[in-house]
């Protein structure tokens, strides 16, 4: 993993929406998030239990919601590099850690294409929602549940190469972006989602991080192995190569949509601390910029995820997933105000014991303000109502409505 973030061979980056390096050769971006919270949601994932949020009814209170410093360098007018540092006050593994590393390198347009490198880890292309620094969302404090798995388990740590055709200069009309990238380090992609489901959170796993084992299922290991302690991510098992390949098509300021297929190819059978889980997902978005400052998106996913050969050769465990969203937003000077409603549910369709499926909805409510360029104040009620059956394992109810209000108080600091 270490040869793939730094290795300085391949020229790369990207990462979130919020944009190329500044005019400055190096750019500096701290922001500091603190927090109030009233919750009375189940116990967290985060403390190993069956909760959707990030924070459940022992967490009121004040809290660091997020600290991170996103760095930007620019070697050449075509080459640059991105890395985003974070801590989030919590039991994590280390108390600050890497979302992302990457170099980019953008071409100048001929022909009419314009070409662009990333290598290192960053976000696949999926989210039109999370596009602020720190691959933040500007619209509410937590993401979709789309965004939030994306968050949690995803980070593409390789290669992607896009091929952008400038229609907009030539014929007035639209750019297409084709996007297409090889990767390793993600064949642990589906064991958050095995064992909790969706959930509607702010938090990023970090590349070395972990999470509380959830003792929801247990499976068959190989004779004599070796766990890690918790759930961890970003770990190569199977030593094959994963992809993924999209589309993008953008109109101006006024109309984005994107497509994406992923594999992460996963080998069912091996395992190595941890087993294969061969993830594959299709997903589809759109984002419309309306007049007067409104914003709407849309977003749809469907996937699955499996693990594990028994004796026979049979799949030990197979869940389908998907998830949809819609969300609108309405700025006026600096406020903003939006509203979002999540669909989402998961049903496992093979395995031995217990069977583990969730199924819910969600609506998120959120205001902004910018008092200037550095200070901000964030209110966002989250209420999510599903069911797990897996917390029947934990001793929790397996329906429950979680409601969440959260209050943040947000400085940054420009170089």
Known sequence: MACALLWPASPALAGSESGDASDDAQSFLLSVDLRAVASDGLPSYLEGGGGKQRFDDNDDGFHVG??????????????????????????????????????????Y?????????????????????????GWSS???????????????????????????????????????TLYASLYKW?????????????????????????????????LTPPPNAEFRNGFEFFHEIDNRIGYYAGAEWKQSNFLTLRATHYDNRA???KFEYDFAWLTRYDSLGARVELPRDWTLIGQWLSGD??????????????????????????GFGRHRLT?????????????????????????????????????????????????????????????ATEHQVQLAVRYSWRN
């Open 66 to 107: 997020r600290i991170f410093l996103d760095y930007r360098g620019r070697f050449t007018d075509t080459l640059s590099v991105h890395a985003t540092l974070n801590t989030y006050g919590d039991d994590d593994k280390n108390p600050v850690d890497v979302t992302e590393m990457y170099l980019d390198w953008k071409t």
């Open 339 to 399: 509203a979002r409603y999540d669909d989402f549910g998961s049903d496992q369709t093979m395995g031995t014991g217990f069977r583990n499926w969730d199924a819910g909805h969600a609506w998120t409510f959120a205001y902004l303000v910018d008092f200037n360029d550095s200070w901000q104040v964030a209110v966002e009620s989250l209420t999510i109502d599903a069911m797990l059956t897996g917390r029947v394992m934990l001793g929790e109810p397996v329906h």
């Open 305 to 330: 995820t499996a693990v594990g050969f028994i004796p026979s050769g049979v799949k030990q465990y197979e869940l389908d997933m998907d998830s949809w969203f819609l969300l609108a937003s309405k």
């Open 267 to 269: 080998d069912l059978s």
């Open 138 to 176: 500007p619209y509410s404090i937590s993401a979709s549940a789309i965004n939030t798995w994306f968050g949690e388990e995803f980070r593409t740590i390789g290669a992607e190469v896009s091929a952008t055709w400038l229609g907009s200069q030539s014929h007035g009309t639209g750019d297409l």
């Open 109 to 133: 347009p001929h022909g009419g294409w314009r070409w662009r490198t990333k290598v290192g880890a960053f976000y696949p292309p999926v989210s039109l929602e999370n596009r602020g620094p």
């Open 186 to 218: 993600n064949d642990d992609v589906g064991l958050l989602m095995s064992f909790r489901g969706w959930s509607l959170n702010d938090r990023q796993t970090p590349l070395f991080g972990r999470l509380p084992f959830i003792p929801i299922f247990f």
